[in-house]
């Protein structure tokens, strides 16, 4: 046999076959995690602020013994970027449209994504249950978009599906086979890895964790890894189940710890030489979260913004950011980071006169301590369009950062000792602060007070808070030598 038709036999043999990577995209609530929820037979969507998706992430399924990467991306219009982050790391899309619905604004925008990243797509029509197996107006609403469906005229595979019942999932599945088929994926085990970074964050007891996407090669415990703006080793590698292994394939989902600095979501990540990594970091552009020079302006609004994963800051910056700002009022964003709240942010709030805007993290003990003893208004929420609210009231005129608030008393729970009463109520006025005293008022509006106290703590679904906004019911714990009664209000004083 000729030498040249061994080595390309050789060269054959290290090139294997890929899983398919495929993005779930579409208008918010028209049911992607649910759909990815059936098919993975796990409850994924209860455990999101909110029913809705706020983060990416990846997870494997087999089916007909043949493995399947999904990605599922937030819906709503604040996370485009990390939409359009999934479409270009992805194989393969599914468009999600609810067959009550049709065509909506986000899907819209997805279509666009999927376009512009030259995706192959297959179009899922949801919610089958609810029209009656009535899919005209989706399919109408898609021709009308541009999406030309097999058997109207076009080659985009569609397939009426209901992710409630799991009518239609295994056909659609089995569409995802035969286009990753016709992709023709493959991969090369003997090459360094190489991949995507969809998600990172800082954990306060395993360091820095990143969630990629392989694409390439063999990722193994112990390569050093790098991307663009951070380098380090991988010391613990994780499947999507959160299991330790020793190396992964493509297109696995993985876990890494043991990056030094947090990389960014997007990023390219490969896995090299101390040389390579010492390129790819002098190359990389200044990072966020540089501190800026706080503004003084009576109608400035400094915020420190804080994050759980470096997607959700990006949300949470391009959220605030796009607040309509009226009457010369303004934002100005003093610093950007990911991780828990900490008493360094505290005192950074203090210097710049900010308030801190915290999104699906906590609040550490040193800090909590720190911010109710120089009063720094810390607003945190595991919805980014709580946040939002709570900054356009303040530009409303409703609250400025430090507003006083009402607070009615609708039950009692625990009144052994006066110094550590606890009730329930509902915030009527204002903003309603923890560690704050106040004066009780019993009767008719305009009564003098009948006593006074002071808030030991605010909690609010078993989670403890600083502060809760007009509308909120919280539990109080309180000191007040007055016995609280239902119906009370409790006045923070100015």
């Known amino acids: 046999m000729p030498k040249e038709t061994l080595k390309n036999i050789a060269i054959e043999t290290k090139v294997k076959t890929r899983p398919p990577i495929v993005v779930v995209m579409g208008h918010v609530d028209h049911g992607k995690t649910t759909l990815l929820d059936y098919i993975r037979k796990a409850n994924v969507a209860v455990r999101e602020a909110g029913g809705i998706t706020q983060a990416t992430a990846a997870y494997e399924i087999v089916h007909a013994d043949r493995k399947i990467t999904f990605i599922d991306t937030p819906g709503h219009e604040a996370f485009t970027a990390m939409r359009s982050r999934g479409a270009q790391v992805a194989d393969l899309a599914i468009l999600v449209v609810a067959a009550d619905e049709g065509v909506k604004p986000q899907t819209k925008e997805a279509i666009q994504i999927i376009l512009d990243a030259k995706t192959p797509f297959i179009v899922a029509i949801n919610k089958v249950d609810k029209t009656g197996g009535n899919l005209d107006k989706a399919r109408n609403d898609l021709m009308a978009a541009g999406v030309l469906l097999e058997g109207y005229g076009g080659q985009v595979s569609y397939c009426a599906v209901s992710a409630k019942t799991g009518e239609g999932i295994p056909e659609l599945l089995d569409l995802i086979v035969l286009a990753a088929d016709v992709e023709e994926l493959t991969y090369d085990a003997s090459v360094p890895a190489s991949g995507f970074v969809l998600e990172a964050k800082r954990d306060p007891k395993r360091g820095i964790e990143a969630t990629v996407i392989i694409k390439n090669g063999t990722l193994s415990r112990g390569d050093s890894v790098y991307t663009q703006t951070a380098s380090g080793k991988v010391k613990i590698l994780e499947n999507f189940l959160g299991k330790t292994v020793s190396e992964l394939e493509p297109s696995a989902p993985a876990i890494i710890i043991g990056f030094e600095n947090i990389p960014k979501v997007g990023e390219e990540f490969a896995v090299g030489d101390l040389t390579a990594r010492v ?178 703590g605010l909690r609010e679904n078993k989670s403890e808070i600083f502060q809760a906004d007009m509308g909120k019911e919280i539990g109080v714990l309180l000191d007040s030598q007055t016995v609280i009664q239902v119906g009370d209000k409790l006045l923070i004083r100015k």
């Open 279 to 456: 390129l790819a970091t002098s190359a990389a552009p200044a990072a966020k979260g540089i501190n800026q020079i706080a503004k003084s302006k009576p109608n400035t609004l400094n915020l420190i913004l804080k994050a759980g994963d470096a997607g959700s800051l990006e949300a949470l910056s391009v959220v605030l950011r796009g607040i309509d700002q009226k009457g010369g009022k303004e934002i100005n964003i003093v610093e950007e980071g990911v991780g828990d709240i900490t008493d360094g942010d505290i005192r950074h709030a203090i210097a710049t006169k900010a308030t801190i805007i915290g999104f699906k993290n906590r609040v550490e003990k040193g800090a909590k301590v720190l911010a109710d003893a120089q009063t720094v208004t810390v607003i945190t929420s595991e919805i980014v369009y709580d946040l939002s609210t709570a900054v356009e009231e303040f530009f409303s005129g409703k609250r400025g950062p430090a507003g006083a608030g009402e607070l009615e008393v609708l039950a009692v729970f625990n009144q052994e000792k006066p110094q550590k009463q606890l009730v329930g109520g509902r915030v009527i006025g204002g903003t309603f602060h923890g560690k704050s005293s106040f004066d009780i008022v019993r009767g008719h509006v305009g009564s003098a007070p009948v006593g006074n106290g002071k808030v030991l």
